[in-house]
């Protein structure tokens, strides 16, 4: 493992190499001793995985892998980060959240618990790109699952269990409970399994 600033990692962790953790931000480039990432018990680090300074991981941590997760990242217990998964810091995950392989996660994003986010979702967070303004990504309630493929844009809040299909492209909120389909995402009630989650 290649480690940079000071790390603390938990007991029992599985980590098949190369793995990078600590990465220094753009601020630590030229430093030593820096605060490096903290990670809790039973984590299994796949190769490929680089987690960056400032980084807070709770228990039963795993990721697929080439998995980068930036600086500034406040991650649960039992979170699943699927293979070439990219968080780009500023963003804080919840409690038994599952990222499939693929998603990309924006700076300034919010997940809530219990939250899963199919492969190739792209969360964004520039309205109209590049601005060079307030970068402000979606918020994600707890309970709350995202179909494969789906496109969700900045500011954009999907409620407490609400589902969106996949291939949606999500322009506006979406309320708790209710499922988003189509390109822009039109609302519906949610179908009976569904209801059942």
Known sequence: MIEYGKNTIGENARIFEPVTVG???????EKTGFAGSVIGKNATLRSGTIIYCDV??????????????REKTRIGDRVAIGTA???????????????????????NTRIGNNVFIGPNTVLTNDRYPPSHGQMVGPTIMDRAAIGANATILPGVCIG???LIAA?????????????AVGSPAKLRNLPGPATER
């Open 160 to 162: 407490k269990g609400a």
């Open 85 to 107: 998964t990219v968080i780009e810091g500023n963003v804080s995950i919840g409690n038994d959240v599952s990222l499939q392989s693929m998603v990309y996660i924006p700076t």
């Open 167 to 179: 291939g949606a492209v999500v322009t506006k909120d979406v309320p708790d409970r209710m499922l």
């Open 56 to 69: 807070m991981i709770g228990d039963n941590f795993q990721t697929g892998h080439n998995v980068m997760i």
């Open 23 to 29: 990465f220094p931000s753009r601020e630590n480039m």
